[in-house]
């Protein structure tokens, strides 16, 4: 259950993002003030504390040897073969990427742009491998940290930036809560001052959030050879935001993560379901009459953890996000997106000694949202992942995952709605030391109250 009340505490401030009545005035540009203000030494020195407390309270709560850091370490870590380590799944798949969206937020609340985030994370990682740690450095945690980290923390900073933006909410509310999606942007302000007030100008993006809570049951499942025992009923939190949705004509995608959706579950079955970013690192605009759409290159970090199978995935893909009037009252948004990933996947408890795996993932993606009258929505979503042996641990073997699910919102009132979801969970899985195909599937369909953070489903105006 702390999950479960952790994502509607970190949810509720982003909720409150309600875009109503007429559009928020311009925004003054603060691109001079940011860059007279920017710091690199800074987030160095941020880093590098941060590093050397987590160090420190991981070894007061886990005790001897992985933390036990020395000089004898640090220098056969410098000149050690880096490998793939056997941490458990959510320390290397969700620890170490948040662990890396802290370090890409102290870049970023210094006023550094986002590929300089991006460096600052890297080195970050890189760094913890080596002088925070007695393992020697790992590969997929320098990928989930190093890369993954910096996804996960632009979408919490711009959400935290977004938060900040809205004067008409109260001082303390505002503060509190940016704190809570991003402790660095936090941390800057409380110990800076004026100086990093303001880090970043997001430029008006039109953006919809919704906050989902309800309950929901099995309609089947086959579990294979986990030996955990399935929770058949389960109480959720849902929070997805999408931010800078192609349906404003005069905002422009000249930054990474100018668009980005985030969306992030908590179950009282099993804390943390899942998690999802995916934004645009570069692309470009398109336009006709009655569509605009944005194309081009997008990072994506995943996190699925049902309770039959496991998979994370940082990667990147090339795709579109377009929203398209279909008739008068009649929208349509769609991201289609293909690519690769370096993906963990495995079972939640396996009977035989390794329960993850490794590998290079071709990976796609498809979400629409269908949307009537600005009452009704249908929102359907797909995800493949095909984990395979190239770069993959010495276990060899592949597996496909796939999930997909379906929703339909009903605008009850104002903002407030009521959704019915129907959601699918398939691992199929073949290695040499299980023998024939592993299969894994789960289906549920659950019942939620919905509170809506825009009224029109995230539809522009045209």
């Known amino acids: 259950m702390k999950s479960f009340t952790f994502l509607l505490g970190l949810a509720l401030p982003l909720a409150a993002l309600a875009q109503e009545g007429a559009p928020r005035p311009a925004l003054p540009d603060l691109s ?42 640090i220098r056969r870590n410098l000149h050690s073969r880096w490998d793939v380590d056997r941490d458990p799944f959510v320390v290397n798949q ?20 986002y590929w300089e985030g991006l460096a600052y994370t890297f080195a970050g990682s890189a760094f913890w491998e080596v002088f925070g740690e007695t393992t020697r450095p790992s590969v997929n945690d320098q990928i989930n940290t190093g890369i993954g980290g910096s996804f996960l923390g632009e979408a919490l900073f711009r959400m935290a930036n977004l938060l900040l933006e809205h004067d008409e909410w109260p001082v303390a509310f505002r503060e509190v809560g940016a704190a809570a999606i991003s402790p660095p942007t936090g941390f800057n302000r409380l110990a800076f001052g004026e100086r990093f007030r303001r880090p970043f100008a997001s430029r008006g993006p039109v953006y919809f959030t919704r906050l989902q809570v309800g309950y929901s049951g099995e309609t089947g499942q086959a579990s294979g050879q986990s030996t955990t025992r399935l929770r058949s009923k389960e109480a959720l939190a849902d929070f997805f935001m999408e931010y800078g ?48 759409g944005i194309l081009g290159l997008y990072g994506n970090y995943d996190y699925i953890a049902p309770q039959t199978y496991r998979v994370s995935a940082t990667g990147l893909s090339l795709g579109t996000t377009v929203q398209w009037r279909l008739a008068e009252k009649v929208d349509l948004m769609a991201t289609i997106l293909g690519g690769v990933g ?34 009704y929505a249908l929102d359907v979503s797909a995800r493949e992942y095909y984990v395979s042996r190239v770069a993959a641990a010495d276990r060899g073997g592949h597996e496909n995952i796939a999930r997909a699910d379906v929703a339909f919102t009903w605008r009850v009132h104002k903002q407030h709605g009521v959704s019915i979801k129907y959601l699918a969970n398939r691992r199929d899985a073949r290695y040499p030391d299980l023998g024939d195909r592993l299969t894994q599937r789960r289906e549920t369909i659950g019942v939620f109250y919905t509170l809506l953070g825009h009224d029109r489903f995230g539809a522009g105006t045209w």
């Open 32 to 73: 001079r003030e940011i860059e007279a203000n920017k710091s690199h030494a800074i987030p160095a020195a941020e880093i590098v504390g941060f590093d050397f407390l987590l160090n420190r309270v991981d070894k007061h709560y886990f005790g001897c040897c992985d933390y036990d850091v020395s000089t004898r370490t």
């Open 245 to 292: 949705l192609p349906g404003k004509p005069d905002y422009e995608y000249t930054r990474p993560f100018d668009y980005f959706t985030f969306q992030a579950t908590a179950s009282s079955a099993n804390g943390f379901e899942n998690s999802f970013t995916r934004g645009m690192l570069l692309g470009r605009t398109y336009a006709g009459q009655k569509y605009r």
């Open 342 to 375: 370096y993906t963990a996947a495995g079972t939640v408890r396996s009977v035989g000694e390794n329960d993850f795996h490794y590998g290079l993932a071709p990976q796609a993606m498809v979400a629409l949202r269908l949307v009537y009258a600005n009452q």
């Open 94 to 113: 969700l620890g170490h990427p948040y662990q890396g969206s802290m370090y890409h937020g102290f870049a970023r609340a210094s006023g550094l742009g």
